[in-house]
């Protein structure tokens, strides 16, 4: 068997699909879900500033409070939890984690300025900063769909709620941004097999 055949990372990625029926009242360990939100924050971010924060909705009251959001979606109340990634259209105001970065010695006090310095002017472009929020929870929400499949959980991605509801619903500062709605569980009913476009229609190599 080739190494590519044999890789756990593809096989993960392979086995990942969008679960719309779960196991109503399956609880997740929260060593799993803490597993699974730390490696949601280890994803890549722009300058590292990790733009994102992850609303946990658990609780059967909780879930009562999203299914109308969701607009009735079952999978809400079924999963065992569902993780709200919002975006931080303020990521700038993380830029002090640069200060851990001089007092480990890890770069220069005039290099952590030019960043800071940098990090501010872009963000003086509400479009970056919203583009930045978006972009960045992206890169963790996939790590949470990935990395819930590694331990025996499936996912769904959700678009579909309100998220100015959302917004009122929970409270969430203006700080942030609501980017999708992500259910975790274990699957009742396997996902619809869904196809894919082979590679030569979706890569271009050089130019178009």
Known sequence: MSSI????TLRVINERHAVKK????????EADLNAILTAASEAPSSWNLQHWKFLVIESEADKAKLLPIAYGQSQITDSSVTIAVLGDLEANRNAVIYDQAVEAGAIPAE???????????AYQNPQIARDEAIRNASFASQNIMLAARSLGYDTCPMGGYNPQQLIETFNIPARYLPTLLITVGKAAVPARPSGRFPLSEVVVKGSF
């Open 5 to 8: 055949e044999n890789n756990e």
């Open 111 to 121: 290099v952590r300025d030019a960043l800071v310095g940098q990090i501010n002017g």
């Open 22 to 29: 779960y196991e109503s009242g399956f609880v997740m360990p």
